[in-house]
């Protein structure tokens, strides 16, 4: 039962346009839902979030849209840079829960 | 950096051994979750510890247990190795009653 998803294993962007990363969750109780980044051999690192209580959180060059009605949430990374080369796991939580519930990633490429 | 360290960094065992996988949290951090990822999948929630007690548990057997200790500290042990539990074991800390979680880089475990 996968209850986030991630349909797009790789997403492939040009330096200097906008990459826009997808998730959708099936759960109506998650309340809270992340980005994080994963490069290899690393441990995933916190990127941004957002609580169900908003539709949108900004953060320097990321930006998180959350839809609740239609259970989809997307990063948006403007203007993709050539560090931005990673893959990128979306997650999601409900109040009171203990774990995190991650989609599958995507491998996000920035071509020079 | 997360502040968040594990060891060792690899790891090679046999079917049927028994492994025990650190993690040191950061200060303060009194909510530990441990998480199994295996090669192309996101991040599974296996437990977690807050306040040296486990509060919460993903779909893993029982030979997969956990410590947690008064500074920070805690383990991760798995009895009876299988093939399967061939995977990155990721540990996480976060402060209680809040939802972002913060990884450290991980142990590659190999069972042969």
């Known amino acids: 039962d996968q209850q986030v998803k991630q349909n797009s294993p790789s997403l492939s962007v040009q330096e200097g346009r906008i990459s826009i990363l997808n998730c959708d969750y099936t759960?109506?109780?998650?309340?809270?839902f992340l980005w994080y980044k994963k490069y290899p051999a690393e441990g995933p690192t916190f990127l941004i979030s957002?609580?169900?209580?908003?539709d949108k959180n900004e953060d320097g060059r990321f930006t998180v849209f959350l839809n609740k009605s239609a259970k989809h949430l997307s990063l948006h990374i403007v203007p993709s840079q050539p560090g931005d080369s990673a893959v990128y796991f979306c997650?999601?939580?409900?109040?009171?829960?203990?774990?995190?519930?991650f989609g599958q990633g995507t491998r996000l490429t920035i071509n020079p | 950096e997360t502040g968040v360290t594990q060891s060792p960094t690899h790891l090679i065992k046999t079917r049927g051994q028994q492994v025990t996988l650190r993690c040191s949290s950061q200060s303060g951090h009194n909510t530990v979750s441990w998480y199994q990822q295996a090669l192309g999948q996101g991040p599974q929630f296996i437990f977690q510890?807050?306040?040296?007690?486990?509060?919460g548990r993903g779909n893993f057997p029982p030979r997969f247990s956990g410590l947690q200790f008064p500074n920070y500290s805690s383990e991760l042990n798995v009895n009876a190795l299988e093939l399967d539990d061939s995977a990155l074991y990721l540990c996480?800390?976060?402060?209680?009653?809040?939802?972002?979680?913060?990884f450290g880089p991980g142990t590659r475990l190999t069972v042969l």
């Open positions: 996480a800390s976060r402060v209680g009653g809040t939802d972002t979680q913060y």
């Open positions: 759960n109506s109780m998650f309340d809270y």
């Open positions: 957002i609580s169900s209580i908003k």
């Open positions: 510890y807050y306040r040296e007690e486990e509060n």
């Open positions: 997650a999601a939580a409900y109040q009171g829960a203990q774990k995190l519930v």
